[in-house]
């Protein structure tokens, strides 16, 4: 424990990320991404680039930033007040990190599921058809009921609420809830899903479910994942970013930052030393 | 050993609490309707000599034997609604700016200056009426002596606002902070926030903001006396003084005891009792249902 602490105060110093950073073609491209509350740095110069189609997940102590720098990549930062974002984030070659960028467009492009379900109080089929209803995706009923049904089907939801749809979506279980969340953000067609602790308030059967729909949603959006769990990581990322005290500290395929970290604060954490 | 009595204590305490709540609660149900049980007694004999429908319908007149309240209902018709009908968009509007759309600071300073306003006694309301308001309808319309249903439903607006404002932003902010987070993920805008989360969430307080509003608009006594000028002829415009149930009780206490005048006063005070009753009963009726079939309405 001590010799893990002394350490990170030696490392405080030269903090560059290891590890591949950069990919090929990458969906989403973050520059020097610096984060502060106020005085305080949350996020410190990181870059990394996402590519599409793949999930990377965000592991590290709590209060390292993960969170925040999920946020940044919706721009849900901007509804805390003392936040302040700078660096750039590219995702179809704009920079959504501009002031002048439309949240709207973006958070349609790029859904967020949160660490408790929060489906609105209405009704299943309600809670899906909300986004596509403000952003205006559907001509008429028969198609809102399409993007209903297919994206109920996607979060594997449909069959089990399907004779249901007008139940009130809190009248759901826990996992039901949570892939209901998922539902609704992939009603609105994303590029990118966040998902923030997505499996935390689930039983490990809702937990198992929800896993394989993140494998299976792979195939059609990019998702990025924080979670505390590091089997969770391993089962469900291709990728695996390590940070810590706002710095990105690690980034490299989820099989070799687990079986063989190159920094020595991303073994300590993964053999469990600290956090 | 110990432990038994120890849960023994507990559940009788428990049992204490409950029976004092059920007491309170009697105690609280016996007292409304024993209030109504007294007026309709004290206003039997008056029902005996005058028919309650000529006591409803007619014009006051005791020389001419005429002791209908009729005018007094219209005038307490007129100011209430009217004052509502000013004070509820107003409040609604002014809570939304102050939990929404104001900036932090200015939202802070609203927010103490409408919880000072609930503070302020009615009589002080009464003389800026009087001094201020009364003479500025009598210049606007150049007509009557601006003591008139306009001014009272005016000032009567300014007393119930703030209480409403208060209510509406104690239920604005119980509006539950992960729905609010999910519509903004999903890309929604100020507007489809307050639209969609917000004020459905808000219905039962804003209805509960409502019906207190009622009930003072329909209790005041201070404004309608002051303001409203008295008169006891049936109304016609919104410039024609009034005389509300309320102030009508007020101004016939004075009177002889076993007048007939007086003896309306309970008329008066059952019509206000039935009145707040039925509103807030088919208000309550209405909402109730409506939060029933809310799950088929749209977002
Ligand atoms: N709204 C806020 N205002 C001020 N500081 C904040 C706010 N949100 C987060 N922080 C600070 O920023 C840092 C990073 O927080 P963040 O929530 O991103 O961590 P996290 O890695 O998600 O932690 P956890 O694993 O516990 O969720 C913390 O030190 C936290 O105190
Ligand atoms: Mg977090």
Not at chain 1, 57 to 84: E, V, W
Request: net charge neutral.
């Amino acid at each position: 424990m001590d010799s893990a602490r002394s350490r990170l105060q030696v490392d405080r110093n030269h903090r560059k990320t290891v590890g591949e950073v950069f990919v090929e073609n990458p969906r989403l491209t973050c520059r020097d991404i610096d984060v502060f509350y106020g005085e305080k740095q949350a996020i410190k110069n990181v870059s990394l680039d996402i590519a599409g189609n793949e999930v990377i997940a965000m592991i590290g102590p709590s209060g390292c930033g993960k969170s925040t720098f999920l946020r940044c990549l919706n721009r849900m930062n901007d509804t805390i007040d003392s936040c302040r974002v700078s660096g750039n984030i590219v995702l179809d070659d704009e920079d959504i990190n501009q002031p002048g960028v439309d949240v709207v467009l973006l958070r349609a492009k790029v859904g967020m599921v949160f660490q408790k379900p929060n489906p609105f109080p209405k009704s299943i089929r309600e809670n899906v058809a909300y986004g596509p209803r403000i952003h205006g995706l559907a001509a008429d009923r028969n198609q809102l009921d399409e993007i209903v049904e297919s994206s109920l089907q996607k979060a594997g939801l449909w069959d089990e609420v399907k004779d249901r749809l007008d139940d009130s979506g809190t009248s759901l279980s826990g996992g039901q809830q949570q892939r209901l969340c998922i539902a609704r953000s992939i009603a609105v067609s994303p590029e990118v899903i966040l998902m923030d602790e997505p499996c935390s308030a689930l039983d490990p059967i809702a937990t198992a479910k929800i896993e394989g729909l993140i494998d299976e949603l792979r195939e059609n959006f990019t998702i990025i994942i924080v979670t505390h769990s590091m089997q969770q990581a391993s089962r469900v990322s291709q990728r695996t970013a390590f940070f810590h005290l706002g710095d990105l500290i690690e980034v490299g395929s989820t099989r070799q930052l687990f079986t063989n970290p190159k920094h020595q604060l991303t073994e300590d954490y993964i053999t469990g030393r600290f956090g | 050993m110990t432990k038994i009595w120890g849960k023994r204590v507990f559940s009788s305490s428990l049992l204490d609490s409950r029976f004092l709540f059920l007491a309170a609660t009697v105690v609280g149900v016996l007292l409304t309707l024993s209030i109504f049980a007294f007026m309709v007694m004290l206003g039997l004999p008056l029902f005996s000599v005058h028919s309650l429908t000529l006591l409803l319908t007619q014009a006051w007149a005791p020389d001419q034997g005429l002791y209908g309240v009729f005018p007094f209902i219209c005038g307490t018709c007129a100011i209430v609604s009217l004052s509502l009908l000013i004070a509820f968009p107003l409040s609604l509007g002014n809570a939304i700016l102050i939990h929404l759309l104001a900036p932090r600071r200015l939202a802070r300073f609203l927010h103490q200056v409408v919880k000072m306003m609930t503070g302020v006694p009615t009589v002080i309301y009464g003389f800026v009426g009087i001094f201020f308001l009364v003479p500025l309808v009598r210049e606007w319309f150049s007509r009557g002596s601006g003591m008139c249903i306009l001014s009272a439903a005016l000032l009567l607006a300014l007393l119930i606002s703030p209480t409403m404002i208060l209510v509406f932003l104690e239920s604005f902010s119980a509006i539950p902070a992960t729905h609010l987070r999910a519509l903004e993920a999903l890309g929604g805008t100020r507007r489809q926030k307050l639209l969609h989360v917000i004020l459905p969430g808000a219905r039962t307080g804003i209805i509960t903001g409502l019906l207190l509003a009622l009930g003072r608009a329909l209790g005041d006594t201070m404004i309608a006396l002051m303001v409203a000028g008295n008169a006891t002829a049936q109304p016609e415009s919104l410039l024609d003084s009034v005389r509300t149930l309320t102030a009508h009780i007020a101004l016939v206490m004075a009177a002889d005891f076993d007048s007939i005048e007086f003896k309306t006063i309970f008329a008066c005070g059952i019509i206000l009792y039935l009145w707040t009753a039925v509103l807030t009963l088919s208000l309550r009726c209405l909402h109730f249902n409506y939060a029933k079939s809310s799950h088929d309405q749209s977002l």
